[in-house]
């Protein structure tokens, strides 16, 4: 079968998988370039309230790969970052979900999701030096940001891989799983995800990110929802809350 991304909903949370099993699931041109629609499209599926990323098998993504720079290393850098911006932008909560390396472009996606969850053994690694290219400003900063400038400057002036619980100090994940653990703990914590109010995560998220023009708008849509109204009244009366609000649909 030829590297793809394949997606599936299950109970609200969307998974897309990352396909490449003979190269440790790196990601192709065509792979780069199918992620913004894939993603655009489940952005705008009501039924999809969180997305979580992986990669098949024991490995999450080895990063690109590399017989695609050999015409147009600039070409290739430019799909790498058009789907991570993608992904950053995804309107819902994301999560990556990894095992074994993730390393290069696969660090670039990890990197672009709002958590990171490994298990033990996972790799990572930002491996621009070993092939002399110049990392994007928009992944450095995003990088900056997890790990602060000098983790940032030792993974990419080395190029040199760190284990999980190097990650976890650092920042680049949140939590680390023993072996066997990772799917039952992403599986439970997206269920926690999908049961809170969008509003709240996705007001959240823009504040997270940076966005410093939208107070006026999370304020209006806080006014327009019934969602506070819901949480006071489930909290109080013992249940679980029903929240309404839902990120827009475009189109």
């Known amino acids: 079968m030829e590297p793809q991304l394949e997606h599936r909903v ?10 490449h ?21 489940l952005a705008g599926a009501p039924e999809v309230r969180a997305l ?32 991570e911006e993608a992904l950053a932008a995804f309107p819902k909560p994301t999560l990556a979900e990894i095992r074994g390396h993730c390393v290069g ?16 053994g996972a790799l990572f690694g930002v491996t621009p030096a070993k092939l002399g290219i110049v990392y ?47 799917g039952k703990r992403v599986a439970e914590f997206t269920r926690v995800l999908v049961s809170r109010s ?9 504040f997270a990110d940076g966005r410093t023009d939208r107070d006026a708008h999370w304020a209006a849509q806080a006014r327009a929802s019934d969602d506070t109204a819901e949480g006071v009244a ?8 029903r929240f309404g609000w839902s990120v827009p649909t475009s189109g």
């Open 52 to 83: 979580v990323l992986t990669g098949e098998g024991r490995t999450f993504c080895a990063g690109a790969d590399i017989s695609t720079l050999r015409g147009s290393p600039e070409e290739a850098q430019g799909l790498a970052v058009r789907a």
């Open 198 to 206: 969008q509003l709240t995560q996705a007001a959240a998220k823009e």
């Open 21 to 41: 099993p003979e190269k440790r699931n790196a990601m192709t041109a065509a792979m780069w370039r199918s992620l913004p629609p894939l993603l655009e499209e």
């Open 234 to 241: 489930a909290f109080l009366e013992r249940r679980q809350p």
């Open 105 to 120: 472009g696969g660090s670039q996606l990890a990197a672009a999701c709002d958590l990171r969850f490994a298990e033990e």
């Open 10 to 19: 299950t109970d609200s949370v969307a998974t897309v998988v990352i396909r």
């Open 136 to 182: 994007p400003a928009s992944s450095t900063r995003r990088l900056v940001s997890l790990v602060g400038p000098a983790t940032a400057k030792y993974l990419l002036f080395s190029g040199e891989l760190i284990d999980a619980q190097r990650a976890l100090r650092t920042g680049l994940v949140d939590e680390v799983l023993p072996e066997g653990e990772l």
